[in-house]
């Protein structure tokens, strides 16, 4: 199977009414902030379908998917990405040197490809189990520490590009779920006063996804901090597990003028 079989079978599955479902869906409009954003109408189970039927394509390939012009079939590209970072992140190949470099193949095409990455579900399926579980890992990039690492993010929470900086903190899902606060703190603190709703969002789910994973009183020491000037959007999505009376409490705050 090769990149242009795989557009051209994805393409056979075109549904009208489902592609004007989903470019409503994800702000496909002028001015908003998936304009111009091309969709064929396939669910994601479908796609996944594809996926599986491609595990063999070459590395080589997936820059054509990643280029085009059609949502899923660009969502299709990161989700073989993921599917092969994963088979060489397994516990057996942590500190296997073929992998690692693999690993780093793949999280370098990543971050080439970053901006083809155009919408939050494009982000949100493939920055954890790529670019997150990177940041776990042995890497020869760099010099292969965790102040290289941090480089990496902070080019991207500093790029003008949302996706981009989405990116930096939507990643940090899979460093909480492993148990490392540190990342999701980091950046969560950067974005806090990122003038998009889709950072806000962003921002909370992944300080929410913190303290459930790593620690809830680390959590409420960052709202001890910063409740005051969070956006209420972010400051509602990560007190969701807190219980009525705690959100209640946190909510009370009054944001700082």
Known sequence: ?????????????????????????????????????????????QTREVVRAAKDLPLSEIPTLLMSRWHEVRLCGLLIMVDIFEKQATKRLTHDA??????????????????????WDLVDLSAPKILGHWLLLRTNLGDGTENYKRQVLDKLAQSSNLWRQRMSIVCTWKTSQMGDASWCLRYAEIHLHHPHDLM????????????????????????RQHAQEMPRTALRYAIEKMTDAERK?????????
């Open 200 to 223: 806000h969002k962003a921002v909370g789910w992944m300080l929410r996804e913190m303290g459930k994973r790593v620690s809830m009183e680390l959590l409420r020491e960052f709202l």
């Open 98 to 119: 073929k992998a690692i470099c693999k690993r780093d193949e793949i999280l370098t095409m990543y971050l080439k490809y970053a901006e083809q990455a155009n919408n």
């Open 1 to 45: 199977m090769t990149a242009k079989e795989i557009i051209g079978y994805m393409e056979s599955l075109r549904n009208e009414e489902q592609r004007r479902v989903l470019m409503g869906f994800f702000k496909t409009g002028p001015g908003e902030y998936g304009e111009g954003d091309e969709f064929l109408g396939l669910k994601v189970p």
């Open 249 to 257: 409490q946190w909510m009370s705050i009054p944001v700082a003028k």
